[in-house]
């Protein structure tokens, strides 16, 4: 293999040959010749930008609120991990991250030298054998030669422009400071380009866009005598805004931990199971009894954080957070979920889903730990795994929280309201109809009332948040109860052919989709099978007719099965699934099944193992003897397939059996099923327990899925639901082997539910 800089003079050798000019009364030899050179060149050029692309980078930085910021360009210096770039791309203490042209995303190391006045820098990142430009030397440039340059404008990663040097000059008359001036383009996202010549020699790097087409570069050799004086600076050293005070904090378990204007933010996964990570406070613990508390804010509800507490190291301690809108109390015991202990998990209307939630937790010294959620005890329990040790914060999973307000102290004081300020602010709250608003001599009122008026309006806000997101989740329930009801209605019919299975698809994906008019698709399920049916030819047999369906649906209109994103849940919305044309075997299946019904031709679903398809089968006429026709279709290929087609697809070898159609209900119950798996996947319990709702509706038999139901509904901490279910599974079959274990399950239900009515 040729060295690199070996590639590069062969590819200026390949530029510089002249062209052979044919001699003779042929005009047009010269100018194909000519052409020839010119696509030769152009050829040669883009060769070249695709061995400096490599080495060039997108520098993605935030903001000091810690939100995306802007992009920039560096490039590869030196091939153990040295990146150089403008300083203002880095930014002043700023968090950012390299991308190369492949995708591999890398944090820096440390910032290996800067100068502010030159607006360079150089980074260092943890990566070896990078492929390294070449520096050139900028004193030998000339006004008028070509350049390239490859960055990152607008956001278009490793962009290639071409130019030429413009003239070597100062941007203020004896400033002492000679820039490149380049007659390229430079647009935001340029800045810390290279600027290259045909050599693939770096000569200048791009920093300043001064108007039109025209901008000004640092000289090479600037960048290579920062190169000589490396100091370097760890990120840790680097990274000062929003940085944890280390005399009050000290984080482990990975994660991204910060602290900004009173808040404390963690985010990204920690590096022990789970997620975990944990940031430990370094402020001295109080015998129990103590108490400690803070104020928590999850960015999604699939996530964990809160309070730990008497933590032996950083992996053994309690834990008291909210958990997908439960509050859970966990010991700690070890790294992974074996040495866990979940002690407690229940549901309380004290927590305020996407809220500001305050946590405590109280320790008498006994063993007894109390935990509270806005002031409401939901957890009331001895466990004597851990007597004493570390207080501090932690976080599970992916989604990021904020935390405020920590403290922890022998015993906090309580602060009274006077009565009369809440009578005061209930009077205010009842005159707010619609349309009024507080006066300004009401607030003059309040202030009146002193410090503790502020945060009693807080409160009072808080309180009348928690009823209307209680109305919501009514809301909400009561909208999950109604589809369902319909869909068990849908089914109802002791006439299959009176189902419509196009509807009660569509019912379930107005479980997750409530803004969408059923009607809307069914209609549009009409016009396609109208659009279809003008396409049959005169005296169609059903056979050719169902060829019709077949080539419109799939090849006409594009319908085809999700290769990409087969996992992603809108492949089971039949909503989704019509407007994209794009979906699972199922959902296509049923809307070729719903679309050849409406064009009388009698196809039903065949739920093999591992795939869906649908099935033509014509009876013989009246009076004729003879085999029923019968046609494979498979949707999610779009073509017709046969039985031994049919078998590679499934992946199983099928019997006559798995050739009988599927009921719709049966259809429907597959379909919910799907999304069970969905839920699980993704984490979702809430959406987990609706399908469960809808499956036993439809199929209340399915005793295998009630005790799942059983088991997640007991996760949730939703005991008395939990134990209907269990109760149901044991009366079913009281004699039963495996009822010991289920009585076992309702005895602790029992108590639970008894504890929490």
């Avoid at 422009?161 to 400033?175: C, F, K, Y």
């Avoid at 009246?622 to 029923?628: I, L, M, S």
Wanted: aromatic share 6%.
């Amino acid at each position: 293999m040729f060295p690199r800089n070996q590639i590069l003079s062969l590819l200026l050798s390949a530029c510089s040959v002249s062209p052979v000019v044919a001699k003779g009364p042929d005009a047009n030899a010269s100018i194909l010749s000519d052409l020839e050179l010119a696509k030769r060149d152009a050829e040669d050029f883009e060769k070249l930008a695709k061995l400096v692309k490599p080495s060039v980078v997108v520098i993605e930085s935030v903001d000091r609120l810690g939100r995306e910021g802007g992009r920039g360009t560096g490039f590869v210096v030196r091939p153990d991990g040295v990146i150089a770039t403008n300083f203002h791309v880095i930014g002043e203490h700023r968090d950012f991250a390299v991308r190369f042209a492949d995708g591999k995303t890398f944090r820096p190391r440390s910032i290996l030298a800067v100068d502010r006045d030159l607006d360079l820098a150089l980074v260092k990142i943890d990566a070896k054998d990078l492929p390294v430009l070449t520096l050139g030397d900028s004193d030998k440039i000339t006004p008028g030669q070509s350049i390239f340059s490859l960055g990152n404008p607008l956001g278009y990663s490793h962009s290639v422009s071409r130019g030429v040097i413009a003239a070597i000059r100062e941007l203020q008359e004896g400033d002492g400071r000679p820039m490149v001036q380049v007659a390229i383009p430079i647009e935001p996202g340029s800045s810390g380009s290279p600027t290259l010549d045909l050599e693939g020699k770096v000569i200048a790097m791009l920093a300043i866009k001064s108007g039109g087409a025209m901008g000004f570069g640092i000289p090479s050799n600037a960048l290579e005598r920062l190169m000589e004086r490396e100091d370097p600076v760890p990120m840790s050293k680097w990274l000062t805004i929003g940085a944890l005070d280390g005399l009050e904090w000290k984080a482990v378990m990975g994660a991204a931990w910060k602290q900004r204007a009173g808040i404390i933010s963690a985010n990204g996964l920690g590096s022990g199971f789970g997620g975990r990570t944990v940031c430990l406070s370094q402020r001295p613990v109080h015998d129990a009894p103590y108490e400690l508390e803070v104020e928590v804010r999850l960015e999604d509800e699939s996530g964990a954080a809160g309070l730990i507490f008497h933590g032996k190291d950083k992996e053994r301690h309690y834990g008291f957070y909210p958990t997908n809108g439960s509050l859970r109390l966990t010991c700690f015991e070890g790294p992974n979920v074996f040495t866990w202990s979940i002690l407690k998990t229940v549901e309380s209307d004290a927590y305020l889903p996407g809220k500001w939630n305050r946590l405590r937790v109280r320790l008498d010294g006994e063993g007894r730990i109390i935990c509270s959620v806005n002031d409401k005890v939901v957890i009331d329990l001895i466990d004597f795994t851990f007597k004493k040790g570390d207080v501090g914060l932690c976080k599970f999973r992916a989604p990021g929280a904020e935390f405020r307000r920590f403290r922890h102290s022998k015993r906090f004081q309580k602060s009274e309201i006077p009565p009369r300020l809440l009578r005061e602010i209930s009077r205010l709250t009842n005159s707010l109809k619609e349309g009024r608003r507080i006066r300004p001599y009401e607030v003059n009122g309040l202030v009146d009332q002193g410090e503790q008026a502020p945060q009693a309006l807080l409160d009072h806000a808080v309180e009348l948040e928690r009823k209307a997101d209680e109305l919501r989740k009514a809301s909400r329930e009561v909208r999950e109860r109604l589809i369902i009801s319909e869909l068990t209605h849908s089914l109802a019919h002791e006439d299959e052919r009176a189902v419509d299975l196009l509807r009660s698809a569509l019912l379930i994906a107005r479980l997750d989709n409530e803004h969408f008019d059923l009607q809307t698709y069914l209609d549009k399920a009409e016009r396609l099978a109208e659009r279809i049916r003008n396409k049959f030819p005169d005296k169609a047999s059903g056979e050719e007719k169902l060829k019709v369906l077949v080539a419109q649906l799939f090849e006409e209109m594009g319908f085809h099965g999700s290769t990409l994103d087969y996992q992603h849940r809108s492949n089971s919305y039949m909503n989704e699934v019509i407007d994209d044309r794009e979906g699972l075997p199922i959902t296509l299946s049923v809307l070729f099944i719903e679309l050849a019904n409406r064009l009388e031709l009698p196809v039903s679903g065949l739920g093999l193992p591992g795939h869906f398809i649908a099935m033509y089968r014509e009876q013989p006429a009246k009076g004729k003897d003879g085999q029923a026709k019968e046609i494979l279709i498979d949707p999610f290929g779009g073509k017709i397939v046969s039985r031994e087609e049919a078998e590679e697809l499934s992946g199983v070898a099928l019997t006559e059996e798995d050739f009988e159609p599927s009921s719709k209900r049966e259809i429907i119950a597959r379909m919910l099923r799907n999304l069970i798996r969905s839920a699980e996947r993704e984490l979702d319990p809430q959406a987990r327990l609706r399908y469960l709702d809808a499956l036993l509706a439809i199929d209340p038999e399915d005793n295998y899925m009630r005790a799942v139901r059983a088991m997640a509904l007991y996760a949730e901490g939703r005991f008395a639901r939990a134990l209907e279910d269990i109760d149901q599974l044991i009366d079913e079959n009281p004699d039963g082997p495996e009822m010991a274990p289920l009585r076992e399950i309702r005895d602790r239900l029992i108590e639970q539910v008894t504890e929490d009515p």
